[in-house]
């Protein structure tokens, strides 16, 4: 296969803003001068560590270590291909690639063909909601409140009655039976291959960047055997317990709003009804249930790193919907946000209450919302009666492990007298029983909800193999010496070298450092060419020898402190000039320990005392400066 030229490698990279790449899936804040962070999108945590600093186009996360460019970033996340990333970032800039020996373009493979399918099947699907055929999905489109512009804003499609049809559109257009395989587009039976979705009415589900990668789909005729819903299989690209529908559509306002709120609906018509009725940051799983994946995925889109963030679950009041509330709250305690359930009255959900009452009905449904605690325990302890003893009893003990399972020490006290007052039970008693359970809890080790303290990987580039032996961090240089002021200087270099003086640069990178680990960065510093040239910094990054590469790595991502890029330029030539000056007082030490062993008149002692002269000078003219 003809590679890209490298030229053009570079352009697209050049042309790319990395922070708009990460920004699609992760929520980014400023973090300094030149620096965006938010929860790395690579491992689990509560706190941002990742950082993305859009003018070298590089990214790091300081808890994993996971780091690179905007092509690392994509082949982490999507899993594609060098090649892949490089085509899908220059098709998004309109850049026309070339490559070696003037062949032409490669046939796209893998999975950048996966996405190309479902978007030409979603294309398909829309253009067939608009045939005769499709009346019955336009009815009950219509029968539910949407009309062609809120199919058209969802991307809501007809999947024709027949046995082949979109099979024949989308192999028309290039595609193998292989590829729409799978994508999960057709099945193989007795009869041959054959369109998985037909006779429904279809929405597309696309994730958190806006791509289609599957489908879900609503049976519309008496005579169809399958089942009410039918998503697209698990795929390559397509993993249900990562996907949530309406996403793409609510990231922006989930990332805006103050405070940041998700509301958790059970189905796509109802993330419909709720857009349409101005709750624009409602999201719904695809045919599984809510679990740790889907919170991962919402943690880092709503940048959740404060308790200030709301996520609302919408359940039908029926037992289904309280077992889903139930395992929902499973998952309590791995958000940040503070979490709610909202059921509607009567039950309704909010496709069914905007028909009946009205977008204000839906909006309204937020003012209804109960703490999922709350809510937990009032179902926990509604079998019982609480007219008897035994019941209160009974109730007590259903309820306190839930109230055992509260890690703030603030708001467990407040939900002991919550549940006190609801069983009409001494507080001393009830707080005694959920003691009883923590310390239970506890004896039996950790429980299922508990994760073991994540471990930071070795920091290293994305797709890198591991350096063998201990790998240097910021956190394990010495905090004394020449450490501060040779780390600090590198920073500034590494992250503002293009606007420093080229002989100022060279001059104080030159000049070798008491600390080997950042000796060896300076070394590769030193060795880049052209350091205004953009990507000069990855370049001298990746050039540095293990196990210091994950070093030079945070010193190019960590915050450099100044109030704005003025300030940071003249902080970071401040800091050469402050390498230089070492360097002169080093050499002038070293020189009047020479001139001593050497006769007074001799040439060798006149020839020091010259360069002492001009060693004074210099270090006075950078000590003025």
């Avoid at 009666?385 to 035994?390: I, K, P, R, S, V």
């Avoid at 100044?562 to 070293?590: F, H, M, P, W």
Wanted: proline fraction near 5%; aromatic fraction near 6%.
């Amino acid at each position: 296969m003809p590679r890209i030229l490298q030229a053009d490698v570079d352009e697209v990279k050049a042309r790319t803003n990395i922070a708009d790449i990460v920004g699609e899936r992760v929520s980014l804040k400023s973090a300094g001068v030149g620096s965006l962070k938010g929860l790395c999108p690579f491992h689990d945590e509560k706190s941002p560590s990742f950082h993305v600093r859009p003018q070298v186009g590089y990214y790091h996360c300081f808890g994993c270590g996971a780091s690179g460019d905007v092509y690392s970033f994509l082949r982490e996340m999507d899993h594609v291909s060098f090649t892949e990333a490089v085509e899908r970032l220059a098709a998004r800039v309109g850049y026309t690639l070339h490559y070696e020996d003037g062949g032409p373009a490669p046939e796209s493979s893998g999975r950048s063909r996966l996405y190309a399918a479902n978007t030409a099947a979603a294309e398909f699907f829309r253009g067939q909601l608009l045939s005769p055929e499709a009346e019955s999905a336009r009815a009950f489109l219509g029968q539910r409140g949407f009309d062609a512009g809120a199919a058209a804003h969802f991307g809501v499609g007809y999947a024709p009655r027949g046995w082949d049809g979109m099979l024949k559109a989308l192999s028309a257009q290039g595609f193998t039976r292989d590829e729409l395989t799978a994508a999960g587009l057709v099945s193989a039976g007795q009869r041959g291959v054959y369109d998985r979705f037909r006779g429904r009415v279809v929405w597309p589900i696309r994730d958190v960047t806006g791509q289609t990668i599957g489908f879900g789909a609503r049976k519309l005729y008496d005579d169809d055997q399958g089942p009410k819903y039918l998503n697209t299989p698990e795929t390559p690209i397509y993993k249900k317990a990562q996907v949530l529908y309406g996403l793409d559509l609510a990231k922006r306002d989930i990332s805006r709003g103050d405070p940041k709120r998700v509301v958790v609906v059970e189905g796509y018509t109802d993330v419909m009804a709720c857009h349409l009725a101005g709750v624009t940051t409602a999201i719904a799983t695809c045919g599984t249930a809510f679990g740790a994946e889907h919170i991962k995925l919402l943690r880092r889109v709503m940048g959740d790193d404060s308790a200030s963030g709301e996520v609302v679950f919408t359940f039908d009041g029926d037992e289904a919907g309280q077992k889903a509330a139930l395992r929902a709250f499973a998952e309590d305690d791995r958000f940040n946000a503070q979490t709610f359930v909202a059921v509607a009255p009567d039950g309704l959900d909010p496709c069914d209450l905007r028909l009946q009452r009205g977008d204000q009905a839906v909006r309204g449904l937020m003012s209804t919302k109960v703490p999922m605690f709350e809510f937990v325990i009032d179902r926990k302890i509604a079998s019982f009666d609480l007219g008897t003893a035994e019941g209160r009893v009974g109730a007590l003990r259903a309820a306190a492990p839930i109230v055992a399972e509260i890690r703030d020490p603030l708001l467990r006290p407040e939900y002991e007298r919550i549940l006190a007052r609801r069983l009409g039970m001494d507080p001393t008693d009830v707080h005694a029983e959920v003691r009883r359970h923590e310390r239970r809890r506890r004896e039996g080790g950790a429980s299922g909800r508990e994760q073991a303290p994540a471990q930071a990987a070795a920091p290293q580039l994305a797709g890198e193999a591991p350096a063998a032996g201990p790998v240097v961090t910021l956190a394990s240089l010495p905090r004394t010496g020449d450490a501060p002021l040779e780390r600090d200087a590198l920073m500034g270099v590494l992250q503002y070298g293009h606007q420093l003086d080229a002989d100022l640069l060279q001059r104080a990178v030159g000049m070798p450092f008491a600390v080997p680990a950042l000796d060896a960065v300076r070394e590769a510093i030193a060795q880049v060419p052209d350091r205004r040239r953009p990507g000069w910094a990855l370049q001298a990054v990746d050039a540095v020898r293990e196990p210091y590469r994950a070093l030079a790595g945070e010193l190019l991502m960590a915050a450099f402190p100044a109030r704005n890029e003025e300030g940071a330029r003249a902080s970071a030539t401040d800091l050469c000039r402050r390498l230089i000056v070492r360097g002169l007082e080093r050499e002038k030490s070293e020189l009047l320990g020479a001139i001593q062993r050497l006769p007074a008149d001799s040439d060798g002692a006149r020839a020091i005392a010259r360069r002492l002269v001009e060693i004074d000078a210099e270090r006075q003219r950078h000590l003025e400066s």
